[in-house]
């Protein structure tokens, strides 16, 4: 067991440590409250002692210090005071310590304290002894004060994609070592990006993580994050597998499989317009982006939508986008209407006429510029295509077999807006006028059993489709 104690008196803390040794504890020793900082940064803890002599750091108390630390959330910290300072205790209970004692204390005061805390720290964390970062029950305990306080936040659900297959290959010890390397990247990107701000780190369980932080860092945490993760974690790979990007490996029918190597899926949810009520709520709605996430090669973040408006003009034109694979530095991705522009396919006058029809409408922007004779639906269905990082199908120029269009009912594909186009092995690919509709994504593979490969439809192509075949697919749905 190992136990840090920062006390500046130098005989007290000789003391202490003699005692702690002599009963066979590792001891770590501080006498500057940035020492026991920066030592809590590069070795575990299970147990702290604090003098209430430790000097404030940046205007806070040691023990908020420490508190906003993740993984020492679930760590005891034992303050060490004076007897006249138990009532400024008591107006600090708040902010941190679990137990106290009363100096001077006898060693076995000391003793006993120190065997209780180190219990009670173990039952605590039982469920996370590989990261020591806080489980589901401090998870859910920060995301029920945070709602009742009525604060704005987003939460950020981490998975590492392809974990299973490095896993069943490399093994578990190896394995273990991922979700470790995993936990310090997310700790290490929480300090970097919010060195002074709230964010908190916690270990669902597996390769699952969650990061609860302050909705404008969102972005620039989960950006930060996967760019450093893709630069460390496929080195836990044998040069062979790096170089080739995969590793073949037995899948549970017992047949051999391509498996990429690990990548993170990063989905975000917040509730600056939806009031969320519980953390299941949030999870659900996570659930559904991550879902959509795992379908796509590579990592990615991806924020939950489907709850903000529209309510500003660059924001009607703005895209659902997926980052570019092995891009170092994210860039903001322009409105359509300004990326058709800067391609030479339409000129201002034509943007202003379009935004003014689409605002009017609510139709999509690149619809409304087709019916209006700007610009061709190829035009559009390629630079959405560049833009989503999804492939368009032009529904005009694809064939489709009859077997096909006999997988869904004409009420389906009509109010999913969906054509199914084939099977391949990578799964069912499909038209969608909205290909990150994440329900009717989940719907069509519970109805399949196959994993749904989204591609892009233009609106007014799927209108043509549709009433081009109506008449073949209901005659399909009689003889059926």
């Not at 003793?111 to 605590?124: D, F, G, P, W």
């Not at 924020?303 to 891009?327: S, T, W």
């Not at 009017?360 to 409304?368: A, F, S």
Request: with cysteine; net charge negative.
């Amino acid at each position: 067991m190992r136990i840090l104690v920062a006390e500046k008196d130098p005989a007290v803390r000789s003391l202490i440590i003699t005692r702690l040794v002599h009963r066979h504890y590792e001891v770590i020793e501080c006498s500057q409250s940035e020492d026991v900082l920066r030592a809590l940064e590069r070795e575990r803890a299970d147990l702290i002692l604090i003098s209430t002599q430790m000097e404030r750091v940046g205007g806070k108390l040691l023990i908020e210090r420490i508190r906003e630390r993740s993984h020492l959330a679930s760590v005891s910290v034992i303050v060490m005071a004076e007897e006249d300072q138990l009532a400024e205790l008591l107006m600090i209970k708040e902010r941190g310590f679990d137990d106290f004692l009363i100096k001077p204390f006898s060693p076995l005061d000391l003793q006993l304290r120190v065997a209780l805390n180190i219990a009670r720290n173990h039952e605590k964390i039982r469920t996370n002894a590989l990261t020591h970062l806080p489980g589901n029950h401090t998870i859910e305990k920060i995301i029920r004060k945070k709602i009742e306080e009525g604060e704005k936040f987003s939460v950020l659900y981490v998975d590492i994609n392809h974990f299973k297959s490095f896993n069943d290959l490399y093994g578990f010890e190896k394995g273990d070592n991922v979700i470790r390397q995993t936990a310090n990247i997310l700790l290490q990107t929480a300090e970097k990006v919010l060195p002074n701000e709230d964010c908190f780190v916690g270990h669902i369980g597996g390769d699952d993580f969650i990061v609860v932080l302050g909705v404008e860092h969102e972005e620039a945490f989960a950006r930060t994050f996967i760019a450093e993760f893709d630069r460390i974690i496929p080195t836990y790979y044998n040069e062979a597998h790096q170089k080739q990007g995969y590793v073949r490996v037995t899948n549970r029918r017992g047949k051999r499989e391509t498996v990429p190597l690990m990548s993170c899926s990063v989905a975000a949810c917040n509730n600056v317009r939806r009031p969320y009520k519980n953390l299941g709520e949030i999870a659900q709605d996570a659930a559904e982006v991550k879902n959509f996430l795992k379908m796509q090669p590579g990592s990615h973040y991806l924020r939950d939508r489907r709850h903000e408006p529209l309510d500003r003009l660059e924001k009607a034109a703005e895209l659902l986008v997926q980052d570019a694979k092995n891009k170092k530095e994210p860039s903001r991705i322009d409105p359509l209407g300004q990326a058709l522009m800067n391609a030479g396919l339409i000129n201002q006058e034509a943007l202003d006429a379009a935004l003014k029809r689409h605002l009017e409408t609510g139709k999509r922007l690149g619809q409304t510029l087709i019916d209006m004779n700007l610009i061709h639906s190829d035009d559009v269905g390629a630079m959405l295509e560049k833009k989503l990082g999804v492939p368009y199908v032009s529904l005009m120029k694809t064939a489709i077999s009859r077997e096909m269009i006999r997988l869904f009912t004409l009420e389906f594909m009509k109010s999913h807006r969906v054509v199914p186009l084939e099977i391949t092995q990578q799964g069912l690919r499909l038209a969608l006028c909205d290909p990150f509709d994440l329900r009717t994504l989940d719907a069509i593979e519970n109805i399949t059993g196959l994993k749904p490969v989204p591609c892009l439809a233009l609106e007014d192509e799927f209108e043509e489709f549709i009433e081009r075949h109506t008449g073949d697919v209901v005659l399909e749905e009689k003889i059926g």
